[in-house]
């Protein structure tokens, strides 16, 4: 059973559009959200976290929107650039020394 | 900068032998860590939790014993892959947790045994 759910598979966008990733849970005890944007050949580097004590939070173009009562989580990236292309992961976890739990990820490809 | 580091980041090694691999956390200290296995175009698999002072906890079907985790101190965390052969080649990641639920990746280690 898939805890975590992440769509699409994979996204081409032009560069200067708004990618968006989306990703569903079912474990309501998840209170942790966070999202990891790895390069090929790199490990995953945090991007942008939320607890679902708030609906949307903001960090540079990066953009977190949140959903408890649907338990759906989702990431916006404004004006996309060619460097963003990478794989991007969502994740959940719950209190305590719990591992994240990942979506499959999603490949995004951002074309001049 | 980097807050959790792994190393090698690339190692080959023959099948048969051992291999071990760091991960630190470089300005905290981590009770745990986590060790996952990632195969090309795929997600992370968590292999085991890595408990400060104790015992793994490793997920199912992964081979204790092939798959060797010591978390000696605060900030080390070991996995040694055990009798290597070519299947165990991957990209090995390591995780810590920084206060509360920030969890860092290392940048990897890359096995490739022949």
């Known amino acids: 059973q898939q805890q975590v759910k992440q769509s699409p598979q994979s996204l081409i966008v032009q560069k200067g559009g708004i990618p968006i990733i989306n990703c569903a849970y079912e474990?309501?005890?998840?209170?942790?959200f966070p999202w990891y944007q790895q390069f090929p050949g790199k490990g995953p580097a945090l991007l942008i976290a939320i607890r679902p004590d708030v609906s949307e939070k903001k960090e540079g173009r990066f953009t977190i929107s949140f959903n408890k009562s649907a338990k759906q989580f989702s990431l916006h990236i404004m004006d996309s650039q060619p460097g963003d292309s990478a794989t991007y992961f969502c994740a959940a976890s719950m209190a305590g020394n719990t591992p994240l739990v990942f979506g499959k990820g999603t490949r995004l490809s951002v074309i001049a | 900068g980097a807050v959790v580091s792994q190393h090698p980041s690339r190692v080959i090694c023959k099948s048969g032998t051992s291999v071990k691999i760091e991960c630190r956390s470089l300005?905290?200290?981590?009770?745990?860590m986590f060790w996952y296995r990632q195969f090309p175009k795929q997600s992370l698999m968590l292999m085991a939790t890595s408990n400060e002072g104790s015992k793994a906890t490793y997920e199912q079907g992964v081979e204790k014993d092939k798959f060797l985790i010591n978390h000696a101190s605060l900030t080390l965390s070991t996995l040694t892959v055990t009798s290597a052969h070519p299947e165990d080649s991957s990209f090995y990641i390591c995780?810590?947790?920084?206060?509360?639920?920030?969890?860092?990746f290392g940048e990897g280690s890359w096995l490739t045994v022949v």
């Open positions: 300005d905290f200290q981590a009770t745990t």
């Open positions: 995780s810590a947790r920084r206060g509360g639920n920030t969890i860092y």
């Open positions: 474990n309501t005890a998840f209170d942790y």
